[in-house]
């Protein structure tokens, strides 16, 4: 199994970013997928998830900024951030849980992506 998460960068407060989480070796059409964020010093807070129907959440902190997607021909997720705060600075990392196959019930990360936002 293999995730490559891409799109961080510098943004100042108010932009956008994009977020992108490509993924191979698992079954991606029943796999749930999510992302996460860890801010130095905190825990690893989850901030949006897709299940395998499309189904969405999200994280109050990021409700009517943040858009999660799925492209199931693509085998890939993305995270549509705007409106961007000096708060969602953070290491962004994608997760995959497969609902099949060998690897099914198993989360597997991605190798994080750095998102900072300056005031």
């Known amino acids: 199994v293999q995730l490559q998460a891409s799109g961080g960068g510098l943004v100042q407060a108010g932009g956008s970013l994009r977020l992108s989480c490509r993924t191979s070796g698992i079954m991606f059409g029943a796999t749930f997928m999510a992302w996460f964020r860890q801010a130095p010093g905190n825990e690893r807070q989850l901030v949006a998830s897709?299940?395998?129907?499309?189904?969405?959440y999200y994280d109050d902190s990021v409700k009517g900024r943040f858009t999660i997607s799925r492209d199931d021909a693509e085998h890939m997720i993305a995270l549509e951030m705007n409106n961007l705060k000096p708060e969602d600075t953070a290491i962004y990392y994608c997760?995959?849980?497969?609902?099949?196959?060998?690897?099914?019930?198993?989360?597997?990360w991605g190798q994080g992506t750095q998102v900072t936002v300056s005031s």
């Open positions: 997760l995959a849980r497969p609902g099949l196959g060998p690897n099914a019930g198993h989360d597997n």
């Open positions: 897709v299940g395998s129907r499309g189904n969405t």
